[in-house]
T-cell receptor, first 111, second 117 residues
Framework: NAGVTQTPKFQVLKTGQSMTLQCAQD?????MSWYRQDPGMGLRLIHYSVGAGITDQGEVPNGYNVSRSTTEDFPLRLLSAAPSQTSVYFC??????????FGPGTRLTVT | DAKTTQPTSMDCAEGRAANLPCNHS???????VYWYRQIHSQGPQYIIH???NNETNEMASLIITEDRKSSTLILPHATLRDTAVYYC??????????????????FGQGTILTVHP
């Protein structure tokens, strides 16, 4: 199993540009989530999904959209990038209430 | 969500036990205590979790007080590779249609554990 994969690893955007951060897992996990981590801070939940077709907002959802058309994929879309969205983004998945598996992260810079 | 309080930083000598405390005085009866760690620049890694009994796995032990208001993560023989930020998290159950529950993880600031030679 590849586990949780994220692409790209690094990205630089200009203010106002849009893009999609990709997240995929091959463990048949129902639960997937997106977090962001700013320098020196803990992770904050952006959006999560409890299964295909079901998504919900986390702590900091503004400026981001998600969809879950398949069990495997959970893309995060930035609609109009802002410098405040400069961060490291982590995707995670889990099969039940137990441990979540995190991807390696995407480092995004918005200029 | 039950909030957690952890010391900002701790030091430990290599080969000694590292004991990381966590306070969660408002924890509810059906909430679990989870521990994750994050080594620099990597994604968080699950360590252990428990409800009210003490738990042990190949990585660590988790001691939860009888009143469940605090817990301690124990790394029995810390190594330099255990240097990381350790997060104590209380799980919030999220229900979906059909009765299956999943947990959202709310990360706090964590404890920076530095293991030195």
């Amino acid at each position: 199993n590849a586990g949780v994969t994220q692409t790209p690893k690094f990205q630089v955007l200009k203010t106002g540009q849009s893009m999609t951060l990709q997240c995929a897992q091959d463990m048949n996990h129902e639960y997937m989530s997106w977090y962001r981590q700013d320098p020196g801070m803990g992770l904050r939940l952006i959006h999560y999904s409890v299964g295909a077709g079901i998504t919900d907002q986390g702590e900091v959802p503004n400026g981001y959209n998600v969809s879950r058309s398949t069990t495997e994929d959970f893309p995060l879309r930035l609609l109009s990038a802002a410098p405040s969205q400069t961060s490291v983004y982590f995707c995670a998945s889990s099969s039940h209430i137990n441990e979540q598996y995190f991807g390696p992260g995407t480092r995004l810079t918005v200029t | 969500d039950a909030k957690t309080t952890q010391p900002t930083s701790m030091d430990c000598a290599e080969g000694r036990a590292a004991n990381l405390p966590c306070n969660h005085s408002t924890i509810s009866g059906n909430e679990y205590v989870y521990w994750y760690r994050q080594i620099h620049s990597q994604g968080p890694q699950y360590i252990i979790h428990g409800l009210k009994n003490n738990e042990t796995n190949e990585m660590a032990s988790l001691i939860i007080t009888e009143d469940r208001k605090s817990s301690t993560l124990i790394l029995p023989h810390a190594t330099l590779r255990d240097t990381a930020v350790y997060y104590c998290i209380v799980r919030v159950a999220t229900s979906r249609a059909g009765g299956t529950s999943y947990g959202k993880l709310t990360f706090g600031q964590g404890t920076i554990l530095t293991v030195h030679p």
